[in-house]
């Protein structure tokens, strides 16, 4: 293999070697990204909490009836005891009477609506924890996925390094040097591939004497416009 030729199969697995390593990298960045799964968390959480508090509400509710029927109750034992005679104090208690099943009724109205409510938060918060768990079950899908494509690509990546330190080793050092003092600057791509009389980098055509240079098979010629090694492949 001419030294060209060894150069420019260093440089496709070196830019192999790069591609994996930024896939890699866009791989952990997609890992730690959790907007998904943090905004149906969020969601979850927030429609459990409105779902305890109507929850809350109702119970109250309950409560406050239950002590308006015991007040009714205990005033009605009282009123028919026959233990109260004065017609002044039984009207008031009559009065009385009358007034907690007036509020009793206003309260069954409340929480008719309160136990509506309480219906209506329960509905979203069930909906709310089901899109939760399949936000949860995707993130461990794609997660597990993206982990397991980046072990893949980690392998590879281990033994395409491998090669290349063999590659690098058959390489004579200064046009190794030479290639490698480039890479920098040139992006990468130290070495152009030539076709017809053009580099494919720059684009530009080559004059005669570096037409003549790469037929001879002389070692490691230049671009003229952008200094890259030419190879004709
Ligand atoms: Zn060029």
Known sequence: MSNVAALYRLQELELDILERAKRIKAINAQLE??????????ENEELQAALEAAEA????????????????QSAETRLYSGEVI???????????????TRRKSVLDDELLKLSSERDGCRAKAEDAAARYG????????????????????????????????????????????TYNSMRTAKSNRPVAVLRDKACTICGIEQN????????????????????????RI
């Open 33 to 42: 990204d959790d907007a998904a799964l943090r905004e149906a968390e969020a």
């Open 86 to 100: 004065n017609p002044k104090e039984l009207q008031d208690m009559q009065m009385e009477v009358e007034a907690l």
């Open 57 to 72: 509400r109702v119970r109250d509710m309950e409560l406050e009836i239950a002590t308006a029927l015991d007040k009714r």
């Open 208 to 231: 005669y004497i570096v037409i003549t240079a790469i037929n001879r098979g002389d070692d490691l010629v230049n671009c003229q416009n952008c200094g890259r090694i030419l190879i």
């Open 134 to 177: 399949e936000a949860r079950e995707e993130h461990e899908r794609e997660s597990k996925a993206l982990l397991d494509e980046k072990e893949t690509l980690k392998a590879s990546v281990n033994q395409l390094l491998a090669q290349r330190k063999s590659s690098v080793a058959a390489i004579p050092q200064q046009a190794f040097q």
